[in-house]
């Protein structure tokens, strides 16, 4: 057939495939919707509204689960700080439901956690209790849970707990002493520790060397350390004869050995270093070496306020013995010789 006797499209024609890519009505086939008389476009009699269908809502699963970190949770129910437990879950030793976790992975509470194999019994918040001890740590004792020289550690002599575990706030190295915090509760322990928030520890420091102002200021301005810049808040002349003298320090972070490098770093060598104070609670003088007391429901709100954390309701520790009397210092004194007794006796037969 010739082009001549082909018919022309008519105009509605060649709108058809103008129309058939449009999505949003009857236009796109090319043809008007039919529309019964007395209703309106949507199928609806005139003058009456579309009825409304009502909405189900299930008001017995929440839209969000509530859950957290895994080290949090961990931490909270006493198995160690969330350093350390963040270092458990990369070296593969805990899994929830059989799976190993990996960090940033968050529960529920309801999963089986287990950790090294051994399942972790799971407390409500709410009814945990969070314990606080102030210990009086001696030279010599080491900040670990278990030393392979079998040597004394801090962690000997603090009484058992039947759920959880003592987690340390912090370490004082093996020839510093005095005031040394253990709590049950590893959230409370991981913020009293973390720099950003700027809990002051004050340490008697008692050094071996000529000391000027230009040296007490440039500690006060700070030196580089290997491991960043470092200063002291406060330094505070406590007297001294000769070449040794005492000074009381304020730093606001717990950087490995961070007082004696510093010292150190103005060619000054520390002969003594106690810490006598954490955030605002001092030692108690009463509180021999190597003796723990536990802090009261006062005290430990303290801590938890200081750092942002729910104020604790109950406490294990009783009213009247809040306050350490002679006698009871003087059982500490007792119990804390016979530890020592036994401990020397441990070592001599290590020796033989």
């Known amino acids: 057939m010739s082009q001549d006797n082909k018919k022309p499209k008519s105009k509605r024609d060649s709108s058809d495939t103008k129309h058939a890519d449009n999505k949003y009505g009857s236009r796109g086939t090319g043809k008007k919707s039919a529309v019964k008389k007395g209703q309106s476009k949507t199928g609806q ?102 030393d392979p020289e079998g040597r004394t550690t801090v962690f000997d002599r603090l009484p058992p707990l039947e759920n959880g575990r003592w987690v340390a706030v912090g370490r004082l190295d093996i020839n510093t002493s005095g005031m040394l915090l253990f709590t049950t509760d590893g959230e409370l322990a991981n913020r009293l520790m973390h720099p950003s928030q700027k809990v002051e520890r004050e340490y008697a420091v008692r050094v071996f060397g000529e000391i000027n102002e230009a040296m007490l200021q440039t500690l006060r301005n700070g030196v580089k350390l290997e491991d960043g810049p470092a200063r002291f808040q406060k330094i505070t002349y406590r007297g001294g004869e000769g070449r040794n003298h005492w000074f009381h320090v304020v730093l606001s972070e717990g950087r490995n050995r961070e007082v004696r490098r510093l010292w150190e770093s103005q060619e000054v060598q520390v002969s003594r270093l106690i810490r006598v104070r954490y955030g605002d609670m001092e030692m108690q003088r009463q509180l021999p070496l190597g003796g723990w007391t536990e802090l009261g429901l006062k005290d430990v709100n303290y801590f938890r306020t200081l750092v942002d954390l729910k104020p604790e309701t109950q406490s294990k520790v009783k009213v009247d013995e809040k306050t350490m009397d002679n006698a009871k210092s003087r059982r500490i004194r007792r119990s804390v010789k016979k530890h020592q007794q036994r401990n020397q006796q441990a070592n001599r037969r290590r020796r033989k």
């Open 45 to 146: 009699a005139k003058g009456k509204k579309p009825e409304e269908k009502p909405v189900k809502v299930d008001f017995q699963k929440p839209t969000i689960k509530d859950s957290e970190k895994l080290q949090k949770v961990l931490a909270r129910a006493g198995k160690g700080s969330r350093r350390e437990i963040e270092a458990l879950i990369s070296a593969g030793r805990v899994s929830v439901d059989g799976k190993n976790a990996f960090l940033g992975d968050r529960v529920e509470g309801s999963e089986q956690i287990r950790i090294d194999g051994h399942q972790v019994t799971l407390t409500n918040q709410e009814d945990d209790i969070c314990r606080v001890l102030m210990y009086n740590k001696p030279e010599g004792e080491m900040c670990t849970r278990k």
